[in-house]
């Protein structure tokens, strides 16, 4: 069973920054998407930010923000947020995503809290 333990969450002041990581127990080249996933009180999950081979997508108010990027070597992903404000409060989740042929399986981490006073 694919395990994916996130760390790196906390409390801290606006413009200041934090970095998530994302530790996988396989190998993370074998999942075709990684992304990161955020969830406020009272919203919906939402995507921040994927990585999909050599390419990388955000939502837009993290745009110019936050930077995902990962290091196959040491199985983990991760997610740069500098300039954090207020509103990027929530429970991250880290997400792998595995397509073989017609079969489709997500995975997720346990989240880890992001709090940013202000």
């Known amino acids: 069973q694919v395990q994916l333990v996130e760390s790196g969450g906390g409390l801290v002041q606006a413009g200041g920054s934090l970095r998530l990581s994302c530790t996988a127990s396989?190998?993370?080249?074998?999942?075709?998407?990684m992304g990161w996933y955020r969830q406020a009180p009272g919203k919906q999950r939402e995507l921040v930010a994927v990585?999909?081979?050599?390419?990388?997508n955000y939502a837009d108010s993290v745009k110019g923000r936050f930077t995902i990027s990962r290091d196959n070597a040491k199985n983990t992903l991760y997610l740069q947020m500098s300039s954090l404000k207020p509103e990027d409060t929530a429970v991250y989740y880290c997400n792998a995503r595995q397509s073989v042929v017609a079969i489709v399986n997500d995975y997720w981490g346990q989240g880890t809290q992001v709090t940013v006073s202000s």
């Open positions: 990585i999909s081979g050599g390419s990388t």
């Open positions: 396989g190998r993370i080249f074998s999942f075709n998407v």
